[in-house]
């Protein structure tokens, strides 16, 4: 069962009043924004801290918040193990000491198993938030060891984009209020899904390299050539694997841009981009149900396609001419 955040805090501060709050939980959803909001609210609740908006305002107060250092980041093992020497020597003058891991799912295997004793045995008056919007992607152990407490967004405000997403929505935007579609300027809005994806892949491309390097230095003097090559196998695929994702998560967007021109028509609400509304509403004036729900079949395609072996760029091409040619 899924709560909403004023829910879910409410349940804790519930637990807290009536002296049963886990020491761990394990916080999921599909909006960072909502579970990092929800972690603020706790830490304040717990420790009678006002003025708390913030993850960095909670670093000011003593909590100790563990972050990548972008989007696309993991959180590596020196960081988790200062994390822990942290705690075990601190005092938490009279209130709970914080430990929030921001894209839990970001751990690495290394810096996950490093934190299991703290997990299952922390210090003293410790309260311990893991936040993901991918707990599936999380061990069992992990888990286990967390009161598991899932969010869901009520849907008035509307969706919250990624940097990535809202470029791709703001090319989206500028397509329909350029005039018609036409094949030409599909492949221009492909142009702007590509650039896109070629910015993502070059920042995924220079952190797995950066860490590929520190683990080199770290331990490639005492190991052979073999745990050399895996590696680099393993970050190849990795950056493969990351490239996806985000590939697929440009792609939904388009499934929800032209969701919500279908909605438009029907005057049907909540909207999943309201500040895209003026727009939304004029595109949606211009094209009939039938057309709308052969471009939306169009990317439903492109989805499929994408998940065989069809050579990615041929797909997009003609998942882009069939949706908005």
Not at 12 to 25: E, I, K, S
Not at 231 to 241: P, S, V
Request: charged share 30%; net charge negative.
């Amino acid at each position: 069962m899924a709560f909403a955040p004023e829910k879910a805090l409410d349940l804790m501060r519930q637990a807290h009043l009536n002296g049963r709050l886990a020491h761990a939980f394990l916080i999921s959803g599909p909006e960072m924004a909502d579970l990092q909001h929800l972690a603020v609210e706790a830490a304040a609740l717990v420790n009678g801290w006002t003025e708390v908006e913030t993850l960095d305002d909670l670093r000011k107060h003593g909590a100790v918040v563990l972050e990548p250092e972008s989007k696309i980041r993991r959180i590596k093992i020196d960081p988790v193990r200062g994390v822990i020497r942290q705690v075990q020597f601190s005092t938490s003058d009279g209130g709970k000491k914080i430990i929030i891991l921001s894209e839990a799912d970001r751990l690495t295997v290394e810096a996950t198993n490093a934190f299991l004793k703290t997990l299952e045995e922390p210090p003293p008056d410790t309260l311990i938030l893991l936040l993901t919007r991918a707990p599936e992607q999380l061990l069992d152990t992990v888990r286990s060891r967390c009161v598991l407490l899932p969010l869901f967004r009520p849907q008035a405000e509307g969706i919250l984009l990624t940097p990535p997403q809202a470029e791709l929505v703001d090319a989206l935007a500028a397509y329909f209020s350029g005039g018609p579609p036409n094949p030409t300027r599909a492949m221009g809005l492909l142009g702007d899904f590509l650039r896109i994806m070629a910015a993502l892949r070059e920042e995924i491309e220079q952190d797995h390299k950066d860490s590929l390097k520190e683990e080199t230095d770290r331990y490639g003097r005492s190991t052979d050539g073999a745990w050399l090559k895996e590696r680099k196998d393993y970050y190849e695929d990795l950056t493969e694997g990351a490239c996806a994702e985000h590939r697929n998560s440009l792609v939904g967007m388009l499934f929800t841009w032209l969701g919500e021109l279908l909605r438009r028509r029907h005057h049907l609400t909540p909207l999943d981009l309201p500040g895209y509304a003026a727009t939304t509403e004029r595109a949606a004036a211009t094209l009939s149900d039938d057309e709308l729900h052969r471009r939306l079949k169009a990317v439903d395609d492109l989805r499929r396609n994408l998940a065989t072996n069809v050579r990615e760029v041929l797909a997009l091409e003609v998942g882009f001419l069939h949706a908005f040619g």
